[in-house]
């Protein structure tokens, strides 16, 4: 998932995502034509267009994930990632992160970015990683034990493909003033949120994080108010240092960044569902 920087890896921009403690495991062997058995939403389309991407020969692949689908944590990344590590293993990360971002876009009509790809093949646990989405060039940030990731689903799920995605994106790449008003911002707080972890600065991660949400409501005009009144009920939650709509927005979910000894109490006062999560290895982190 991406800590901050939304809306700018398509740009060239700058992120910070981090993959998470939620894995996907696949198994396969060689069959006369594609299948998939799993609940990822358009999963056969995506591996089907992976195996193209790599040139490899029909496979019947079985997935088990603990990736919750269709709450924007990345979950067609994770499966296409998985997809990639047991057909291609030997992959360099950053190739096998493009393989799957095309692969996602052919699938789905949607021009996605390469970042959940990325953090999912080279995520670190323990960090969080500042990719330069123009060059792939990557630094690690460690992420502190303190602070625990809370995912909260807002219930409001839409398929990309039927949203305004690829039209904000059109209109950013175009200069709109209010969308690139948000990107250059966007970026800015990227920069500024890795100094306040690096500093150990909880208050102004939160603050930043209450600026990205604000921006990709007011800006970028990618929020629900449905989701901006769940931003506004964690903002007030014991524990919160900060929160915002996260992935591609029109509905998903959100993150919050809470003080991990208040987690229990925070969820209380949401009164739903929070997956609370820790950073994790991706695919290829290890790989060689």
């Known amino acids: ?148 990731i809370g995912v909260i689903d807002s219930g409001e799920h839409r398929s990309l493909a039927d949203t305004p995605y690829n039209q904000r994106r059109r209109e950013a790449e175009l200069g709109d003033p209010r969308r690139r008003r948000h990107v250059d911002s966007e970026i800015a707080r990227v920069h500024a949120f890795v100094d306040a972890l690096r500093a150990r600065d909880f208050s102004r991660i939160g603050q930043l994080l209450k600026e990205s949400h604000m921006s990709l409501r007011d800006d970028f005009e990618v929020s629900t108010p449905n989701v901006d009144a769940l931003v506004e009920r964690a903002w007030a939650a014991g524990g919160c240092y900060g929160a915002r709509i996260m992935g591609a927005g029109f509905g998903g979910s959100i993150l919050a960044l809470v003080d991990r000894l208040q987690a229990e109490s925070f969820k209380s006062t949401i009164k739903q569902p929070v997956l609370f999560c820790s950073t994790a290895d991706g695919a290829y982190t290890n790989a060689g």
């Open 1 to 148: 998932m991406n800590l901050i920087g939304e809306h700018v890896d398509y740009l060239g921009g700058v992120v910070l995502p981090a993959a998470v403690d939620r894995f996907t495991e696949v198994s396969g062997h060689g069959a006369g034509e594609w299948s998939i058995d799993s609940d990822v939403r358009g999963g056969l389309a995506y591996v089907r267009a992976l195996g193209e991407e790599l040139g490899v020969d029909p496979q019947a692949v079985n997935v088990r994930s603990e990736v919750p689908p269709n709450v924007g944590i990345s979950s067609s990344a994770a499966l296409l990632v998985a997809v990639a590590a047991g057909l291609k293993p030997e992959m360099d990360g950053k190739q096998a992160a493009l393989a799957c971002q095309r692969a996602e876009q052919k699938a789905t009509g949607v021009q996605v970015g390469v970042m959940d790809q990325f953090a999912s093949a080279l995520g670190r646990r323990g960090s969080a990683l500042l990719l330069d989405c123009a060059t792939l060039e990557y630094q690690v940030v460690p992420f502190p034990d303190e602070l625990a």
